[in-house]
């Protein structure tokens, strides 16, 4: 009896098996995280610090609290996105060498990401104000995508950085990158030195 009950059970098991809809699955390809992207709108920062620009309206303005940072020192934040544009300012005080080691320093963060980056390019751009700036785009899992590098060479130094809070990978969020990177060159196309 115990042997036509296992073997009535096999039987069982074997046909459940058989042509299930369990073999047609295919699993389903990862998908990429919507962002709804709005128009941008500007506004002026406030006139706090030595530089004055237009940021996008979406984004925040806040202080740089890290422990070395410095008083005009902010953080261009996007909340939606879990991405800032960090950007530090240093007065150069007509110091040549002052101006040639920031200059170092600024080139040395941006290369630090070869190890992950899969290209970096360095764009020369002349600005409505007449200054230069140099814009780094970085492609590749690095940790800052673009970032520029702008200064009067006397008087006034700003770099920038973008950088995510969040896991996601870079091709993931590259519609967000480029949006970004729209604010970054209409900072630096409205970007005023203040005296």
Not at 36 to 58: A, C, V, W
Not at 95 to 110: G, P, Q, T, V
């Amino acid at each position: 009896m115990v042997k036509y009950l296992l073997i009535s059970l096999i039987g069982l098991l074997s046909a459940s098996c058989g042509n299930s809809s369990s073999d047609n699955y295919v699993p389903k390809p990862k998908g990429f995280p919507r962002f709804d992207l709005p128009t941008p709108s500007y506004t002026l920062l406030d006139p706090t610090h030595p530089y004055q620009f237009e940021y996008n309206k979406i984004a925040r303005i806040l202080p740089d609290t890290f422990a070395r940072s410095e008083p005009d020192w902010i953080f261009i934040n996007y909340p939606a996105y879990h991405a800032s544009v960090q950007l530090t300012y240093k007065p150069v005080r007509n110091d040549l060498k002052r101006l040639k080691a920031m200059l170092d320093d600024s080139y040395k963060l941006a290369t630090r990401h070869n190890i992950k980056a899969s290209a970096i390019v360095e764009k020369k751009l002349r600005l409505p104000s007449g200054l230069e700036a140099s814009l780094i785009d970085l492609a590749g899992e690095v940790p800052s995508q673009v970032q520029f590098i702008t200064t009067d060479s006397t008087t006034h130094f700003l770099r920038g950085a973008l950088y995510f809070n969040t896991a996601t990978e870079n091709d993931s969020l590259q519609p967000v990158i480029q949006y970004i990177r729209k604010d970054i060159l209409h900072l630096l196309n409205t970007l005023k030195w203040r005296k």
